[in-house]
């Protein structure tokens, strides 16, 4: 009998840019947590979703209290409720797929922005029925509210409120060798300091939902009080 041989696969080599999101006074969670590589993808990050880049907005999941990213995309036009295309938001095609790959081609999603420029924002569960991988088009119920270009697409299972951020350095991968998902440390889980707006990915360009992110990481708004504040190069 032929002894048997390991087979070895020869990958692409790869490169990786670190990034640099903090300019000072870093504060990190002591003892981390665990990244979910299942619901973990960087959408903006071509060709490289499955590597995490710094200045991505993360949150919790509430069954388990695994982390993932808190910001599935955003609307790549304006919703308008009463308007002839009201059973239609409109993302990037990237967003869309991760939409089907994250949550499935019918479901449900939070989407949070503004109404007009500059207006109170608000959050609400939508319900999708299709999703064009292609054009970026999801078919929805009827939206109770209209919405900005550019407000946020959210996922439903708790990691949507924003909480701390991956901090600087190379992206985190969270699949293995074969591209099978994997959890991951998350052990810079940052919760603090100076920080470039520019860099965080998904940024928003409205006003309102600026205060928004800012509010809900540093828990101003109420709803996650005793975290070390942020602070933003763009505060005003």
Do not use: H
Not at 44 to 70: C, E, H, W
Not at 75 to 99: C, F, H, R
Not at 121 to 133: D, R
Not at 146 to 164: A, F, H, K, N
């Amino acid at each position: 009998m032929a002894n048997p041989q390991s087979v070895s696969t020869v990958r692409e080599i790869q490169t990786a840019t670190p990034r640099l999101i903090s300019l000072s006074g870093e504060k990190y969670r002591e003892g981390g947590a665990i990244i979910d590589g299942d619901e973990s993808r960087d959408p903006l990050n071509t060709s490289y979703l499955d590597y995490l880049r710094a200045g991505l907005v993360m949150g919790q999941i509430t069954t388990g209290g695994k982390f993932a990213p808190s910001i599935i995309g955003a609307l790549s036009g304006a919703y308008d409720k009463d308007g002839s295309n009201q059973t239609t938001m409109n993302v990037t095609a990237a967003t869309a797929t991760e939409i089907v790959r994250r949550i499935g081609s019918s479901g449900t999603f939070k989407i949070t922005g503004p109404p007009s420029a500059a207006g109170t924002v608000v959050t609400e569960t939508v319900t999708f029925s299709a999703v064009n991988v292609t054009t970026g088009a999801i078919t929805v119920t009827i939206a109770a509210a209209d919405y900005v270009s550019g407000s946020y697409v959210q996922p439903t299972d708790g990691s949507e409120t924003p909480l701390c951020l991956i901090a600087s350095g190379y992206p985190l991968k969270v699949t293995d060798d074969n591209d099978a998902d994997i959890d991951i440390d998350f052990a810079k889980m940052l919760i603090g300091g100076r920080i470039d707006a520019s860099q965080v990915l998904n940024y928003p360009s409205d006003a309102s939902l600026k205060v928004w992110v800012k509010g809900k990481l540093n828990g101003t708004d109420g709803t996650s009080s005793g975290r070390a504040p942020f602070s933003f190069d763009d505060d005003v």
